[in-house]
């Protein structure tokens, strides 16, 4: 129902900043929460944030403050500005769709490597 594709992960330092995009289609409509999670190797998948469809958002402990969730409605894109990074936010990054009337659907993930 709704196709979600990530970009923007990569190799970067210990206090960098990255901004990952998700773009959807199809039926964008259908959409009521999105979210960001993250999957770090050997560890659960993993909430980091999401936006609901009025604007509030939701942070994970771990990023508050550091990793800010936005969107773009004009481009079917939602965002995640991940600043100050650390090696433990090294994880694939996936967007999810939660739709209105149930079901969701994923992303492919795309992975950051925060490393020196």
């Known amino acids: 129902q709704v196709q979600l594709v990530e970009s923007g992960g990569g190799l970067l330092q210990p206090g960098g900043s990255l901004r990952l995009s998700c773009v959807a289609s199809g039926v964008i409509g259908s959409i009521h929460i999105m979210n960001w999670y993250r999957q770090a190797p050997g560890k659960e998948r993993e909430l980091v944030a999401r936006?609901?469809?009025?604007?509030?958002?939701n942070y994970a402990d771990s990023v508050k403050g550091r990793f800010t969730i936005s969107r773009d409605n004009a481009k079917n894109t939602l965002y995640l500005q991940m600043n100050s990074l650390k090696p433990e936010d090294t994880a694939v990054y996936y967007c999810?769709?939660?739709?209105?009337?149930?079901?969701?659907?994923w992303g492919k993930g795309t992975l950051v490597t925060v490393s020196s």
């Open positions: 999810k769709a939660d739709l209105r009337y149930g079901g969701y659907n």
């Open positions: 936006i609901f469809s009025a604007g509030t958002t």
